[in-house]
Structures are given as structure tokens and as C-alpha cells.
């Protein structure tokens, strides 16, 4: 079946270490994004990419790096800039062009501070 | 350009109430909507998709229903069940250089 998979599910992270959260997606879409969610809260958006080997800054990037070098893979680095990570990470995919694109999540990822 | 307020939560039922969720959408293209679900823990899924004003979407017993005199969507259950808790997001289609965008979404919490 097609769909996205991050892993891992729960991640802790200690002061001043980058961690990286993977999300795969076998879809064959073209745009891929990043959000993170605190608790109560909405989606707010970190990075996204449209194409390989291109992407952009989401509302919140400070303390964030993405990679898009294959289609179907685009990794978040949550770095030791980053005050307050702990929070859910969210990675979904979506066609582009076109109006009616359904957007799809994978399961998302907890990052918590230690 | 295109706008979405969805109404804010939480929204408590008593198990087999009838739900309403409202979403007001300004479109400066065709008018359809997407709404979310996302369980406790888990990501967001597509529920159903409303477009037009006569086209109705249906899925696990919820509808997704347009009113073109108020620019506005509802999220509809006739009787809902305490698995039906969870977060609901509205959102317009992703497609082009639209950044698919969420806010807080509406806490729904059913209770036996």
C-alpha cells in the first residue's frame, strides 16, 4: 500500500544534540512538507519542498534543516538552535498542479527533550 | 486571496448527539473543501470533501455539506460515538502553489 512512514515513532533528545526525523513516502508526489504541532495547537509549517533538490522556509524554520536529494524522501534536522523542540512532527505529501489534491500524513514523530 | 476560520473548540457531546462543525470558507476560485481527522497520537487522514452547493461528501457516517449563501461548510454526524473524538481540520485542496495551510482545528469530545 501506498502511503508516508516516519520514523522513529518517539525520539529524545539531549541538550545541544541534532536528531534527524525520516519521512518516506511512496506516493510519487512531488511535494512534500514538514509540520510541527504543540499540544492544543494547529499545525504550524517548517519546511516544504516541491521538486528535488529544492525547498523553502515554512513560519517556523529557525532551528530546522531539510534535504530533498530523492523524490520520495525528505528529512527534517531539528539542531541544537532549536530552544523548544519538544513537540510532534508531522510530514505529509501532496500532487502538485492542479486543484483537488489530497494532502497525506504520515503518523507523525515525538521529540522530546531530556 | 483564499481564507478558512474554522469554529473553535472543544465541542462536547453526549454519546448519539448530533454534531455540527462550521468552517467559513472565502474562495477566490471553485469553492470545495477537505476536512481532517486526526486521532489522539496520530496524524491527520482525510474524512471527506465537500464541493459545490448541491454535493454533498459522506464517509463513517459524517457529512460535508455546502452553503453557497454563507460561503460556509459544515461537518455533520446524526449520532456520534465516543471513538468519533478526535480533532477536526478543515482545509481547501492542495494543488499548484497552494501551501496547504491548518489552523487549531475543533476538539470534538464524546462522552458515554
Known amino acids: 500500500d501506498g502511503g508516508i512512514t516516519q520514523s522513529p515513532k518517539y525520539l529524545f533528545r539531549k541538550e545541544g544534540q541534532n536528531v534527524t526525523l525520516s519521512c518516506e513516502q511512496n506516493?510519487?508526489?512531488?511535494?512534500m512538507y514538514w509540520y510541527r504541532q504543540d499540544p492544543g495547537q494547529g499545525l504550524r509549517l517548517i519546511y516544504y519542498?516541491?521538486?528535488?533538490?529544492?525547498?523553502q522556509k515554512g513560519d517556523i524554520a529557525e532551528g530546522y534543516s531539510v534535504s530533498r536529494e530523492k523524490k520520495e524522501s525528505f528529512p527534517l534536522t531539528v539542531t541544537s538552535a532549536q530552544k523548544n523542540p519538544t513537540a510532534f512532527y508531522l510530514c505529509a505529501s501532496t500532487k502538485t498542479g492542479g486543484p483537488g489534491n489530497t494532502i497525506y500524513f504520515g503518523e507523525g514523530s515525538w521529540l522530546t527533550v531530556v | 486571496g483564499d481564507s478558512v476560520t474554522q469554529m473553535e473548540g472543544p465541542v462536547t457531546l453526549s454519546e448519539e448527539a448530533f454534531l455540527t462543525i462550521n468552517c467559513t470558507y472565502t474562495a477566490t476560485g471553485y469553492p470545495s473543501l477537505f476536512w481532517y481527522v486526526q486521532y489522539p497520537g496520530e496524524g491527520l487522514q482525510l474524512l471527506l470533501k465537500a464541493t459545490k452547493a448541491d454535493d454533498k461528501g459522506s464517509n463513517k457516517g459524517f457529512e460535508a455539506t455546502y452553503r453557497k449563501e454563507t460561503t460556509s461548510f459544515h461537518l455533520e454526524k446524526g449520532s456520534v460515538q465516543v471513538s468519533d473524538s478526535a480533532v477536526y481540520f478543515c482545509a481547501p485542496p492542495s494543488g499548484g502553489s497552494y501551501i496547504p495551510t491548518f489552523g487549531r482545528g475543533t476538539s470534538l469530545i464524546v462522552h458515554p
Open positions: 519542498s516541491q521538486i528535488v533538490n529544492d525547498f
Open positions: 506516493l510519487n508526489h512531488d511535494a
